[in-house]
Each structure stands twice: as C-alpha cells, then as structure tokens.
C-alpha cells in the first residue's frame, strides 16, 4: 500500500493576494468553499482517502486560523500515533532562521521531518485547489514506471495555458519540457502542483538548489527544469475529473456556481470519497412559505424568508422578506434584511446587509447610487462583487459590479 512508505507536504503558506480581502486576515487554504468546506478540506481528505496519513502542513503567511482549523487533525482521521498532521512553520535553527524563500524552499526547510519517516516517495501538494483524487493511482504507476518524478496534468483551454506551468510529453508520457507561464505554449497540459518525486532524489536536488545563488527556490521554476535537464526520468500523469484553482475572486466564485451546474462532476456525494471538514453543530436550515428556493445550496443554521435562485448559502445566513438572492456565495453568519436584492456577489463572514441594499441588481445601477464606482477593484471581474468580513451596509446602500468593499457604507 503506497500510502505506508509516502509522505505527504501540502503547501499552505501562500499569501493568495489576488482574492482581495478575502485573504487580507486569513490564509487562503481556509478561505470557505461550498457552503460548508474549507478549501483545505480537499487536499486533507483526498489524502486520507488514499490512505496517506502522514500529512505536513507547511503554513507560513497568517497561519493562525489555518491552525486551529486543522487542530489534532480529527475530523480527518489524521489525529493518529502511526503518522497524522503536523502544522510545520518556518523555525529557527541554530543562530538564524529564515521565512520559506519558495516552494522548493519550504519542503528543504523540512528535510529533518521528512527523514524521521523513511519514506520512499514525497508527495507534494497545493492547498487551494479544489478537486477529488486518489493519490494511490499516482504513486502506484510511478513506480511501476521507475519514474523519478511524476506531474498530475490536466488538459486547459489554449487561452489560459500561458498563465500556467505548461509540460510537453513524448509518446510515452515522459515529459521532455516543462515551462512556467510561456509566452507560446508547446502544449496545452498544465500542471496541476501535484507531484511525486523518489525522496532520496528529491532530497539531492533541494540540497544542490538551495546552495545554488540566484534559484527562486521553486519547484517550476527550479527543481523540475534542472532535473530534465540533467536526464532525470519525469512522467507526466493525466487527470480526467473535475480540477480547479480558486485563486482569484472569479474563480473561486465560479468553482462554487458549478456546484450548482454541474453537482457530479465533483463527485461530493460519493461517500466512497468523502470530503470531510470542521464544521459547528447548527440546528436545521429553515425556509418559511412564501420563500423561494431554487438551484441552491442551503447549508444548517440558515433561515430563509426571501428568495434564493443559484446560490451557495454557508451556516447561519438569515435572508429577510421580499430579498431576492440570485447567483451568490454567502459565508457564514451573514444577515441579510428585507428587500434587498443581491445578485453576483461574495459576501465575507459576519457582515450585516441593512434592508433595501443593492449589489449588482441585474436590472443594472440606478440614478443616485451611493458609490459611484469608487469601490471599483482590480481583484474583481466578470461583474462579480465582493463584500469583506464584519461589515455594515446601511440602508437602500448601492454597490455596483466589480466592486470591492471593504469600509462599512452608512
């Protein structure tokens, strides 16, 4: 059983800057998803789907939250004697310490913790994707192909693969190029970040990268190009399921609108692949007559008197009457008054929509709006809004599309 003899390092320092404010207090691998996930919880249950359940978590940027999330590991089946989570932060060693420099960086930082388990293989992993995957398939055909190094690839649109690490493969899927973010693509097979590499390998190239001056400490721009280079044997693996970077505000809100679109192509309700999470005990969702709910995903705690319409609704939202929700995600605990009408939105934590509010009313801006575009942001795009945590907006307050507000509006 691969998952005996593999350890797995997911990657959860990131400071994931393009989500705006959403990432301004918390780290991006605890950002909420679907109603009742953390985008975290993927990554921790596909490996303990995959029987790996020796798990570190390599945190760096606002690392608290993500912390205490994860706590003994529980929820996942990872509080064990045998392996389990360990949250692993950058350190002083000796006279000096250093924050993780890059990706391959931070698994360097790391070698002593990996060490202490023997492993055969290393599996590296991205936190902020969303996805369901058992791991075993991969390492099982990298052994079988005595690879020193194997790339999970999925096959992207021809227009985004120059914003992606691009990998080119001959016939047998031994991969003979890997680039990061190409002006010209050579191939549309983008790398997923999920990789598995022969430790005593690895181990070899993080020591030569990290005595080498002018490296990035990367694993896409560093590592794997240089162990081409040096005539390494790198295959590339084929994902055919459903993957997503949420990395950015559209994405995110995309990736939680498709839950709605298309609910099996991620496969949650698989009990085969659960995603388990930490979530609060919350009595049952209400929804009163004379509420309308459509195409939505209504999680407990919620009490619903308006209309929701394609949208992802987490614990404890309260939606007043004659509110029309439509094509939203709205985090926990948010209280949404009397006719208001909200459509394209992101609406952070604990934030109060005071009755009669307007963000981004399908019918379009009306004469008068209170911002004047002034919230207009480079982090939002496609018409999609985004409202930060803990926040106020008054009265009949307007935002208009593409907005980010992040000050109360009275």
């Known amino acids: 059983m691969p998952g005996k003899d593999c350890v797995a390092m997911i990657l959860a320092g990131g400071q994931g800057s393009r989500l705006g404010c959403l990432t301004k207090l918390t780290a991006k691998p605890v950002i909420p998803f679907g109603g009742k996930y953390k985008i975290i919880d993927f990554t921790l249950s596909n490996c303990v789907n995959s029987g790996i359940h020796t798990v570190g978590v390599l945190t760096q940027y606002q690392p608290h939250e993500l912390s205490r999330y994860i706590g003994s590991g529980q929820p996942w089946d990872l509080d064990r004697y045998d392996g389990g989570v360990y949250i692993l932060p950058p350190y002083v060693t000796g006279k000096s ?68 690490g691009i990998v080119s493969v001959d016939a047998t899927t031994r991969i003979d190029a890997f680039v990061e973010k190409p002006r010209k693509p ?14 005593d390998v690895l181990k070899r190239y993080l020591i030569q990268d990290e005595k080498t001056e002018k490296s990035s400490n990367d694993f896409g721009k560093n590592i794997i190009p240089t162990m081409l280079a040096d005539g390494a044997r790198l295959y590339a693996q084929n994902f055919q399921s459903y993957w997503k970077d949420v990395g950015t505000v ?40 004379g509420a309308k709910v459509s195409d939505s995903l209504i999680t407990e705690g919620c009490d619903i008197y308006g209309d929701i319409s ?17 094509n939203s995600v709205i985090f926990q605990n948010v209280r949404i008054g009397s006719n208001c009408v909200i459509d394209k939105a992101i609406i952070s934590d604990d934030t109060v929509i005071d009755d009669g509010c307007t963000i981004n009313d399908p019918r379009g801006p009306g004469d008068g709006d209170a911002d004047g575009g002034k919230y207009q942001s480079e982090f939002c795009s496609g018409g999609i809004s985004l409202i930060a945590s803990g926040l106020r907006l008054g009265s009949g307050a307007r935002v208009q599309p593409n907005s980010m507000v992040e000050t109360d509006i009275l």
Request: with cysteine.
């Open 186 to 199: 050579p191939s549309n097979l983008a790398s997923m970040g999920i990789y598995v590499f022969k430790w």
């Open 250 to 289: 559209e994405s995110l809100w995309r990736a939680n609108m498709d839950l709605l679109e298309k609910p099996l192509a991620l496969e949650l309700y698989d009990d085969s692949r659960r995603i388990y999470c930490r979530n609060a005990v919350k009595p049952p969702h209400y929804i009163s007559v």
């Open 310 to 326: 394609r949208s992802v609704l987490s614990p404890g939202v309260y939606v007043g009457s004659g509110s029309k929700v439509t």
């Open 97 to 164: 310490g250093e924050w993780y420099k890059g990706t391959a960086n931070a698994i360097y930082q790391n070698i002593a913790f990996i060490e202490g388990f023997k492993p055969r293989d290393v599996l590296i992993l991205s936190s902020d994707h969303i996805y369901i995957m058992d791991y075993r398939k991969m390492i099982d055909l990298h052994r079988e192909m005595r690879a020193d190094a194997s790339i999970a690839v999925i096959p992207v649109p021809w227009e985004e693969a120059s914003r992606l």
